[in-house]
């Protein structure tokens, strides 16, 4: 994010976000949910500099990034894959979606990273996921390959 | 003449853009207005188009089909094999009332004049002539119990907090809608999400709060969009800012995402997390009435519960109190899932029966099996056995069976489950989900997968199902909030209703 604000560098796009947020109070997660989308993670460098910024210590902030599943402290790949494992898909056989993707996510070098989540609220049109935030109804297997094999060129999984 | 059609995430998830799409390069025309979902998700996606006073509704349309439905959508009293008739007219003989839901699937989510059209604005409007205590009365005389779980009565939460001492009352709104098996608050967030706002509102005036925030599950994107445009609407239209419709009161929201985490939407982890902690439980009390948000006295309401008041102001309490059964007042906003088929969000009054529910709205099984294990109340919730669903929903009769109402998610399986993995998945739920902040809660769930592995591969099987049952009882009896002490429900009821299940040599044999 470069904007008038920043100069472009991590401490003052850092700067830039907290300024933003600095009416609110108790704006920590407001704050990362910013970082993470300008950096696509929440780097080390980045915690340090919010906690400056927050007046609070490293190990509270770094405390709050492990804390909350949807913050990574590490770079990720291209693509995010969710793919619901609770109950309501479970009925309608999302063991079966989960399983399909959970195999495909040991496929090195791969560029979508696969991830568990517990209700997208899509119960009603399940087996569900959500590909890169967008929520996808009557999951099957055969889908996730397709979709996963697409987001890695095409190489057969 | 309009043509309406769900912009909802549930309807989009199963191709309502491309039918958009389709009906657009049809006839530009017809270029359907979008809306929240009535919840027929069977139906979906469920075109609409107006005919006189009436909707006629046709579906499940496709992209592909648009085609041959275009000339139907211009005369909509023609006969076409998607037609299901005038929706409204379906939704009453399914026994619905929409109270809550008044305006879901029929108002335009982000047109205020629709909204002022269809009744928007009415209750905050009487309220505005109400004492305070007046519309707190209004409150607990209607009998409304928080839907998000507890079922507490929210006219007593808000005595609590229009007595409590102090500046800075806050109004939050839990829509962190984590239970697997629910939707409601998202239909409604995406679908009528001025209903909300003017419902935040109508509470910041009664217990004299001048802020408010929504805490949304980071999983709902759709759900943050229409809200982000619905509170600049209603700052635009003075239902929220400095002088709410000019009557002198100030409130606004401030919308807040969580990230992640199933346990934020327990009411003291969701203060901390809004806060910008982790999110672990507190001790309660005290209660987030007297001391919530920055140690301020704090209402935390869930979605559905807050979107129901600006209806009951507007038609009086009576109106819905004379709805429901026994202690449960007013209506239920089903939310029908699994392996039923027609899973969708149907509101009826308390008192209807679980079977009915579920053969008679969900039509039974989508496998055409049978029904074998319900659960009613979220991951929490107890499995019910198919001989115990003669029972009717209401908060005291569901418990005494065992089960719970919840946030009002009923979960169907077929005859093809396995309880021992449902009950194994709910110890797993719990250990990944867990604060970390009790030792039966964290230790106890892992303990718990392991004695039901050992269970069924025939380990020990006697005294391993003792060790699981005291780990059980430990949990319930040890856990600080609900989370710990009731995952141990579905395992039990698993255990005491399909025994058989967890004897893999004997399923085997
Ligand atoms: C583990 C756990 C998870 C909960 N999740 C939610 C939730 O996602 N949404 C919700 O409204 N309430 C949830 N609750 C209930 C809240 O703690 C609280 O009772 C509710 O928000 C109060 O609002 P109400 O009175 O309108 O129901 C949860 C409770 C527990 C113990
Ligand atoms: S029961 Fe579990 S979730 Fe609840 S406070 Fe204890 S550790 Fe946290």
Not at chain 1, 68 to 92: G, M, S
Request: glycine letters at 12%; hydrophobic letters at 40%; one cysteine or more.
């Amino acid at each position: 994010m470069t904007t008038e604000e920043s100069d472009g560098t991590l401490p003052s796009t850092i700067a830039a976000i907290c300024r933003r947020h600095s009416g609110r109070e108790g704006p920590l997660l407001a704050i990362l949910h910013d970082v993470q989308d300008t950096f696509g993670h929440i780097p080390d460098e980045a915690v340090r500099h919010v906690a400056y910024t927050l007046n609070l210590t490293r190990a509270e902030v770094h405390g709050v990034v492990r804390f909350y599943t949807d913050f990574h402290a590490e770079p990720a790949r291209a693509h995010r894959l969710k793919v619901c494992r609770a109950e309501a898909c479970q009925a309608v056989g999302g063991r079966a979606v989960w399983a399909a993707a959970q195999a495909l996510s040991a496929v090195p070098d791969g560029r979508v990273e696969i991830e568990p989540v517990y209700c997208l609220g899509n119960c009603p049109c399940g087996p569900s996921a959500q590909w890169d935030g967008r929520t996808l109804g009557r999951m099957t297997p055969e889908r996730v390959h397709e979709l996963v094999a697409a987001a890695n060129g095409g190489m057969p999984s | 003449m309009s043509v309406y059609l769900p912009r909802d995430s549930a309807a989009v998830s199963i191709g309502a853009d491309e039918v958009a799409a389709a009906i657009t390069a049809a006839d530009p025309a017809l270029s359907p207005l979008r809306t929240g979902a009535r919840g027929l998700y069977a139906l979906e996606p469920l075109v609409e188009v107006d005919h006189g006073d009436r909707r006629i509704g046709f579906g499940p349309v496709t992209a592909a089909a648009v085609p041959g439905l275009v000339e139907a959508l211009r005369h909509p009293d023609t006969g076409h094999p998607l037609r299901i008739g005038d929706v409204d007219t379906l939704l009453a003989d399914q026994g619905q009332n929409r109270f809550t839901c008044r305006r879901l699937g029929r108002v335009v989510p982000d047109d205020w004049d629709d909204f002022v059209a269809h009744g928007g604005t009415r209750g905050l409007r009487r309220a505005l002539d109400m004492e305070r205590q007046s519309i707190v009365d209004a409150v607990t005389a209607s009998g409304l119990r928080g839907r998000g779980g507890a079922g507490f009565p929210t006219g007593r939460k808000w005595q609590t907090v229009l007595d409590a001492d102090g500046p800075g009352k806050v109004i939050v709104c839990n829509a962190d809608e984590g239970d697997s098996g629910t939707f409601a608050d998202r239909m409604l967030m995406e679908g009528d999400p001025l209903a909300l706002i003017e419902g935040m509102a109508i509470a910041g005036i009664a217990v004299g709060a001048v802020h408010g925030y929504i805490y949304l599950r980071c999983e709902y994107p759709a759900a943050r969009a229409s809200l982000l445009t619905a509170l600049d609407i209603a700052r635009h239209n003075g239902l929220l800012g400095a002088d709410v419709l000019g009557a002198g009161h100030t409130f606004d929201i401030e919308l807040r995402m969580g990230a992640g985490v199933y346990i934020c939407g327990e009411e003291t982890s969701l203060l901390e997390s809004l806060e910008g902690h982790r999110g672990e439980v507190r001790f309660k009390p005290p209660l987030p009435a007297i001391r919530g948000f920055m140690g301020r006295p704090t209402v935390v309401n869930n979605v559905v519960t807050l979107a129901t008041v600006p209806a009951i102001l507007a038609d009086g309490a009576e109106a819905y109190a004379t709805l429901g059964h026994g202690k449960s007042r007013g209506t239920l906003t089903v939310q029908l899932c699994g392996n039923v088929r027609r899973p969708g969000l149907y509101e009826v009054p308390f008192g209807v029966s679980l079977a009915d529910v579920i053969d008679e709205l969900g039509g039974g099984t989508a496998s055409g099996r049978a029904v074998r294990a319900v659960q009613a109340g979220g991951p929490l919730g107890a499995y019910l056995p198919a001989s115990a669903l003669d029972v009717p929903l209401d908060y005291e009769a569901l418990a005494e069976r065992g089960g719970m109402i919840g946030h009002g998610g009923i979960v169907v399986f077929d005859d093809t489950v396995d309880m021992a993995e449902q009950a194994r998945f709910a110890m797993e739920f719990c250990a990944i989900e867990s604060c970390g902040k009790c030792t039966p809660c964290r230790i106890g769930s892992v303990r718990a997968q392991e004695v039901i592995d050992r269970i069924v591969d025939g380990e020990a099987r006697e005294s391993n199902t003792a060790l699981l049952r005291e780990l059980c009882e430990t949990m319930i009896q040890g856990s600080l909030c609900a989370h710990g002490g009731m995952a141990p429900h579905p395992v039990l009821s698993a255990l005491n209703h399909f025994p058989d299940d967890f004897n893999r040599q004997a399923v085997g044999s």
